[in-house]
């Protein structure tokens, strides 16, 4: 039974994928049937109807992955630095952990842990390359982010906070205020066609116009009422969003502050900061090899431009 659930969660059928070149024989003389390594694997995504999403599946082979480092008391183990964290700037997957051991010369071992592609690690490369990154590395990237970003909001702050409202937000101080001014002449023109409205009604009832011109006047009021209300209900979620976003940055600022001085990045700060995390592949620009990293942090998402 448990082999047979084991085999449902690792088979991506189920996310519409056909993976073909999994086995073969052991030589043209001898046909005994192995299994081919991953990387020979072909992948052909999107052959027929998905029975659940990508997300769905991510989530999915990252539990199986914890799964297999459960200690021998049967405890879950302690999420790595960026479990959860991780995306790939590419296939947009999530980016799974990996215990590694290097044996050295000297007799030294050394263990480490690196972050690889999810797709490409279920799929190969014909689902994504690998935006392997390790966490040494990434860890002192994301403490140097940290402690600038810091650094620039101890320098100036008045500086920062305006550069992020800018960021996040299209309208200007004055088109703000002229929104406010839009906002307020749309309620009283709203009120007043409400009222004429009623006063149409009582004059239907005493005779003072006609069924004919009732019918019309009150159409075009409440024409008007619509498009105003409409109007209306548009420029409050602005200055909501707007507002929002103000909230936002002086969360984050208050947050981005107490790290300061950061000696030591643990996954407690990891969660209080970012949000998530863009890898990029390891390219090649002039002969210098080169890792496109994206902060995405809570409340403000990537500072950069």
């Not at 996310?15 to 052909?44: A, F, V």
């Not at 027929?48 to 008391?73: C, G, H, M, T, Y």
């Not at 009422?225 to 200055?239: G, M, N, V």
């Amino acid at each position: 039974m448990y082999a047979t659930v084991k085999n449902v969660l690792n088979n991506e059928a189920y996310l519409g994928n056909l993976i073909q070149n999994q086995t073969g024989s052991l030589s043209y003389k001898d046909k005994t049937t192995i299994r081919k390594p991953e990387t020979d694997w072909i992948c052909h995504e999107n052959a027929f109807d998905a029975i659940i999403s990508p997300e769905v599946w991510d989530a999915v082979q990252e539990i199986n992955r914890l799964a297999k480092f459960r200690s021998i008391n049967n405890a879950a183990p302690q999420p790595h630095l960026f479990t959860g964290k991780l995306i790939c700037a590419d296939c947009k997957g999530q980016l799974l952990a990996n215990r590694e051991t290097q044996h050295r010369k000297n007799g030294d071992v050394r263990k480490y842990v690196s972050y690889f592609c999810g797709r490409y690690a279920n799929s190969g490369r014909s689902a994504c390359s690998r935006h392997g990154i390790s966490e040494i590395k990434l860890k002192k990237l994301v403490m140097a982010e940290i402690k600038a970003r810091a650094e620039a909001l101890e320098f100036d702050e008045t500086a920062v906070l305006d550069m992020l409202k800018k960021k996040m937000s299209a309208d200007d101080t004055q088109r703000q205020e002229d929104t406010r001014q839009e906002v307020g002449r749309l309620h009283r023109r709203i009120q007043e066609l409400e009222h004429m409205t009623a006063k149409l009604y009582e004059d239907k009832v005493s005779g003072t116009i006609s069924e004919a011109s009732f019918t019309v006047l009150i159409q075009k009021n409440e024409q008007e009422r619509l498009q105003k209300a409409e109007r209306l209900d548009t420029l409050l979620s602005k200055i909501r969003k707007s507002e929002q976003n103000a909230a936002n940055i002086q969360n984050w600022a208050a947050v981005i502050r107490k790290h300061l001085h950061l000696q030591e990045l643990d996954r407690e700060t990891v969660d209080e900061l970012i949000d998530h995390i863009e890898v990029g592949e390891h390219t090649d620009v002039n002969g210098q090899r080169s890792q496109n990293i994206r902060v995405f942090y809570r409340f403000i998402g990537s500072i950069e431009t």
